[in-house]
């Protein structure tokens, strides 16, 4: 399945001058990848871009019925400190989603990590938003390009 499988990392926060752009950017990349027979899509369920990435695989699925979107989640308390409307966003993705996968029942200082590895280790495609050389984002497309993923950074 690792052929047909598509990873997502980017950063929680957007800049708004660059939100469209990137929403336009990402969904053009979701249908290229769609029509490229690509039916598995691994999101982490973090606020910005992942939950981007999730409403527009949610979306799409009216289009492409073959499509399935994944949430590796890190921890079962990832939510604890995101707001209301947050966590509500997030409960309504979890609804919609395919399949739900814990990579660690409990936070701990390393469950992001393991959460990004496990979708890389299942994905031959990683889009990214990246921005920085350093983080969460920057270590997972680090990782994604040590494992030999296609990159498609946005």
């Known amino acids: 399945m690792k052929s047909k499988t598509v990873c997502f990392t980017g950063h929680r926060i957007i800049p708004e ?5 990137i929403l336009k950017k990402l969904e053009d990349t979701l249908v290229d990848l ?3 027979g690509y039916e598995n899509f691994i999101a ?7 939950t981007l990435a999730e409403e527009k695989i949610i979306k799409l ?3 492409y019925p073959k499509i399935r979107l994944v949430l590796a989640l890190p921890c079962m308390e990832q939510t604890k400190r995101w707001t209301q409307s947050e966590k509500i ?3 309504e993705i979890k609804r919609q989603a395919d399949e739900i996968v814990y990579t660690s029942e409990n936070y701990s200082r390393g469950c992001m990590f393991k959460r990004n590895r496990y979708m890389v280790d299942r994905s031959g495609v990683c889009v990214c938003y990246l921005t920085k050389e350093s983080g969460g984002t920057a270590y997972t497309v680090k990782y ?3 494992q030999d993923l296609i990159i498609i950074s946005l």
Request: proline letters at 0%.
């Open 89 to 91: 966003k997030y409960e």
């Open 144 to 146: 994604a390009k040590s």
């Open 44 to 50: 982490g369920g973090a606020l910005g871009f992942d």
């Open 34 to 36: 769609a029509e490229m």
């Open 61 to 63: 699925k009216n289009k």
């Open 17 to 21: 001058n660059e939100r469209e752009t």
